[in-house]
């Protein structure tokens, strides 16, 4: 398959997710660093299905090739007031190289939304 970008949330058919996320997950980091924006929108909701393959993978990723569109999330999640997706996002400080590479302003706010999302 030439572009994955097909496999994305496909709209005809939210049953498919599932198995397209297992597809998805199964590719190398340099197949997946360019549809990284995709790999996090589809973590906005983790009832969608799919979505847990989909984490899983991204914390598999190297660092490098999720840095850039993880800030990137993290604002967009920012702007429209997404708490559960910064929840959702925050789960990727665990990995200490990410959390290093965070500007500290994020630091500080992945952290915080960490800690708030594991009390529950």
Aim: hydrophobic share 40%; aromatic share 16%; glycine share 2%.
């Amino acid at each position: 398959m030439e572009y994955l970008s097909v496999l994305f949330q496909p709209i005809e058919d939210k049953s498919v997710w599932e198995n397209c996320a297992k597809v998805i997950s199964s590719k190398s980091d340099n197949e997946l660093k360019k549809y990284m924006n995709n790999m996090f929108e589809w973590i906005k909701d983790m009832n969608w299905p799919g979505a847990f393959d989909i984490y899983a993978r991204i914390k598999r990723m190297n660092v490098d090739c999720i840095m850039e569109n993880y800030i990137y999330a993290i604002k967009i999640a920012l702007k429209y007031q997404d708490i559960n997706w910064l929840d959702y996002l925050s789960g990727l400080i665990e990995n200490p190289e990410v959390y290093k590479l965070l500007p500290e302003e994020y630091q500080k706010l992945m952290t915080k939304y960490y800690n708030d999302f594991r009390k529950e």
